[in-house]
């Protein structure tokens, strides 16, 4: 990508739109080696799930990936109420120095992982009231992308699908209205399960992916995290590039006609 494309979220910007989990790893080490080969430089990180500091008998994920090097993203994964999660939230700030960009996610159903939006909603009043940036995991409803926005949301996440099914983008079309209306970046956040997937959200026009179980989970993680930066960068040049339209029951022919040797004409055959 040109070194001018960069992703702008609240006061950062961003070289990579490639964002990638810390869960589902065989170890630190692994998650370090795919987060390398990935390109990304925001990486999300679950406070209730991840030690970074708090359990100080147990390793810490901050010796694998440093702050000094990636720009972490704690996340509220496990939540199931606005109060939960600002309170998670309140933690990650107080674990990393004052850090307050931090993506929020509030669950409404243990079997699915699908948002509970209204809770959502008030999270993300009182995490902006607080001087958070908040980067919001949400359905693919156009209407509450557009709550969220004007709640004072730094980025919408829409899922591509739940969580961790790799099914890839199932609605394309409530993106594509999301990313139209939206005045702040949308990232695809859940769902994607390989690099196509990857590639296809950001020729619809999203301003990065975020993924975890698709490189984690991987046979080889670390070169799924490999493709899957360039996937991600594969598709935003052809966004920027503009595909040629479609041409539905026409063919096109690729070199061209003007000024060549007419085609000979076969005599009729003898009866």
Avoid at 94 to 120: I, M, Y
Avoid at 175 to 194: E, F, H, N, S
Wanted: proline fraction near 7%.
């Amino acid at each position: 990508m040109p070194p001018s494309d960069t992703l702008q979220i609240g006061a950062r910007r961003f070289t990579s739109r490639l964002l990638v989990g810390t869960g589902k790893y065989r170890d630190f080490a692994q998650t370090r080696e795919a987060l390398d080969a990935s390109g990304a430089e925001i990486v999300t990180v679950a406070i209730r799930r991840t030690n970074i500091g708090q359990r100080a008998d147990e390793p810490s994920l901050l010796d694998a990936v440093p702050p000094s090097r990636f720009t972490l993203l704690p996340n509220t994964a496990g939540c199931y109420t606005a109060d939960d999660a600002v309170r998670t939230l309140r933690l990650a700030r107080e674990l990393l120095d004052g850090h307050n960009l931090v993506k929020l996610e509030v669950l409404g159903d243990p079997q699915t992982l699908f948002p509970d939006v209204a809770q959502t909603l008030a999270a993300t009043h009182t995490l902006v009231r607080e001087g958070f940036d908040v980067m919001v995991y949400t359905s693919d409803d156009p209407i509450v992308a557009r709550q969220l926005e004007e709640a004072g949301a730094a980025a919408v996440m829409p899922l591509a699908s739940l969580i961790g099914s790799g099914m890839g983008i199932l609605n394309p079309w409530n993106l594509r209205i999301i990313i139209d209306r939206a005045k702040v970046p949308v990232l695809v956040d859940a769902g994607v399960g390989t690099a196509s997937d990857a590639a296809i959200a950001m020729e619809l026009g999203c301003d990065g992916v975020l993924m975890n179980t698709a490189i984690a989970a991987a046979r080889d993680p670390v070169r799924m995290a490999r493709a899957m930066g360039l996937a991600v960068q594969a598709g935003r040049d052809a966004f920027l590039a503009g595909r040629m339209p479609r041409k539905e029951y026409q063919a096109s022919p690729s070199s061209p006609v003007d000024g060549t040797i007419a085609p000979t004409t076969a005599a009729p055959r003898a009866a």
